[in-house]
């Protein structure tokens, strides 16, 4: 089992950067693959970006592709979002997942955190 709590999250202006963070517990965290989701008022969550078990493969949606980064630490059970370019319809609550697949479903994670808020004004 694994718990995850989410941070870094705030108001920034178009253009601005930020980095989340999601801190996990228990032992077995590098044996998941970690995901990043949002979801904007009245929108579905959507995939955001996910990071192999190693870290040595990434994905991300057209979207955010060339302005996010994901990472990960598991020798301190982290995973990261680095947030450049900050647009206003980046504007959602960003949720960090762990699952077992590689994949770009909410469906596939296990483990959700509660979440953090990022808007970005124009």
């Known amino acids: 089992q694994v718990q995850l709590v989410e941070s870094g999250g705030g108001l920034v202006q178009a253009g601005d950067s930020l980095r989340l963070s999601c801190a996990a517990s228990g032992r077995t965290f590098s044996g998941y693959v970690m995901g990043w989701f949002r979801q904007a008022p009245g929108k579905e969550r959507e995939f955001v970006a996910r990071i192999m078990r190693s870290g040595a493969d990434t994905y991300y949606a057209d979207s955010v592709k060339g302005r996010f980064t994901i990472s990960r630490d598991n020798a301190n059970n982290m995973v990261y979002l680095q947030m450049n370019s900050l647009k206003p319809e980046d504007t959602a609550v960003y949720y960090c997942?762990?699952?077992?697949?590689?994949?770009?479903?909410?469906?596939?994670?296990?483990?959700w955190g509660q979440g953090t808020q990022v808007t970005v004004s124009s």
């Open positions: 997942a762990a699952g077992s697949w590689f994949s770009g479903s909410f469906g596939d994670y296990n483990y």
